[in-house]
T-cell receptor, first 112, second 110 residues
Framework: KAGVTQTPRYLIKTRGQQVTLSCSPI?????VSWYQQTPGQGLQFLFE???????NKGNFPGRFSGRQFSNSRSEMNVSTLELGDSALYLC???????????FGQGTRLTVV | GEDVEQSLFLSVREGDSSVINCTYT??????LYWYKQEPGAGLQLLTY?????DMKQDQRLTVLLNKKDKHLSLRIADTQTGDSAIYFC??????????FGSGTQLTVLP
């Protein structure tokens, strides 16, 4: 059974640009959550999607957005990138029972 | 608000047991988790425990939960060099998001 797949693995962007990250969950999982990991702030929750609807949202500015498609794949978008957005972005997928959350390898975003 | 705390570093000798500790503040936590992160990788789910349990054992891993003190621990028996990583504890209430601790860097010395 394939795990959670995140693409791309690495990304370098310039300040002011926008970026889109992709996450394909484990087959059968309908919940996808996104987390940002930085050395200073640790792991912080961005948002969660379930059946194409945003179910929870963390405390991030509106520049961070996401969506989920009918096949449960999810994308997150960051507009007007800032240097502080440099981080490892992790996606987690869960079965509808939501007990276990499985993470992908992450996308390492560097903003220069 | 919710808060999860862990000590930052732990060093053990190969073959010894490691005990990683975690405290949390949200008494309504339903599940508590342990994740492992190796350099350059994502988070690997090691084990989890439901809040009405005291202990859970899974091969070399033993999780102890003291709900009264809001204290969670992960014991790794016969620690190996491959266990060197950062270990995160996390809590979740109902269908809400995971709240993570800052992680404990485990170093296994030969």
């Amino acid at each position: 059974k394939a795990g959670v797949t995140q693409t791309p693995r690495y990304l370098i962007k310039t300040r002011g640009q926008q970026v889109t990250l992709s996450c394909s969950p484990i087959s059968g999982h309908r919940s996808v959550s996104w987390y940002q990991q930085t050395p200073g702030q640790g792991l912080q929750f961005l948002f969660e999607y379930f059946s194409e609807t945003q179910r929870n949202k963390g405390n991030f500015p509106g520049r961070f957005s996401g969506r989920q498609f009918s096949n449960s794949r999810s994308e997150m978008n960051v507009s007007t990138l800032e240097l502080g957005d440099s981080a490892l972005y992790l996606c987690a997928s869960s079965h509808p029972t939501n007990t276990e959350a499985f993470f992908g390898q992450g996308t390492r975003l560097t903003v220069v | 608000g919710e808060d999860v705390e862990q000590s930052l570093f732990l060093s053990v000798r190969e073959g010894d047991s490691s005990v990683i500790n975690c405290t949390y503040t949200d008494s309504s936590s339903t599940y508590l988790y342990w994740y492992k992160q190796e350099p350059g990788a994502g988070l690997q789910l090691l084990t989890y425990i439901f809040s009405n349990m005291d202990m859970k054992q899974d091969q070399r891993l033993t999780v102890l939960l003291n709900k009264k003190d809001k204290h969670l621990s992960l014991r790794i028996a016969d620690t190996q060099t491959g266990d060197s990583a950062i270990y995160f504890c996390a809590e979740r209430w109902a269908a809400r998001q995971l709240t993570f601790g800052s992680g404990t860097q485990l170093t296994v010395l030969p």
